[in-house]
């Protein structure tokens, strides 16, 4: 009995360290996102769409259970892809914020101080919730929310929007495909 427990705590904190080594890795901001700096459009009330608890709740209760997991683990993936974007595009706009700290005009400044912070929490969100939809799609039953990465990616949408037109009155700036 006492090995069980033994075993059960060294899993738990072995699990611990490598989603802790996971996360950090995830929230450094590497110098390439492989989309050339480029802001992706996400389509937003698609997200909403897939996160929504009644749409899964309404797929649960009118598809036989194996059909419900292979939907649950499809609709997982393409909350992962549109995750991953998110993070993508939070990567850019901490480097875009990055460079506006620079500037003369404080309150340039301050919206590139907002877009930087909201960016960093924003990843610090998507690694959660991607470790999160990876769980799920091993436990498709299970319940998920990423309501918090579309909520802090709409927050970003607006920080650089915000500092888009300060910089630059003539130029839109678009993050999402519904804006």
Known sequence: MILAIIIVISAALALGIILSIAVTRSL???GSTGTDGAIRPIDIEAFRNLIDADEDNYL????????YRAVRRERLRAMAAYVHV??????????????????GDPQVAGAAQQLVNDA???????????MRIYLA??????????VRV??????????????????NPVVPVRLSASN
Do not use: C, H, I
Not at 151 to 160: H, K, T, V
């Open 28 to 30: 450094r901001v590497q």
């Open 60 to 67: 649960r209760r009118r598809l036989p259970p194996a059909r």
């Open 86 to 103: 998110a993070k993508s595009n939070a990567a850019v706009l901490v480097r875009m914020g990055g460079t506006a700290l620079a500037s």
């Open 120 to 130: 960093l929490l924003l990843r610090r969100n998507t690694a959660v919730a991607l």
């Open 137 to 146: 799609l091993a436990w498709p039953n299970s319940e998920f929310a990423a």
């Open 150 to 167: 579309v909520d802090r990616y709409e927050r970003l949408s607006g920080a650089a929007m915000l500092l888009g037109r300060l910089q």
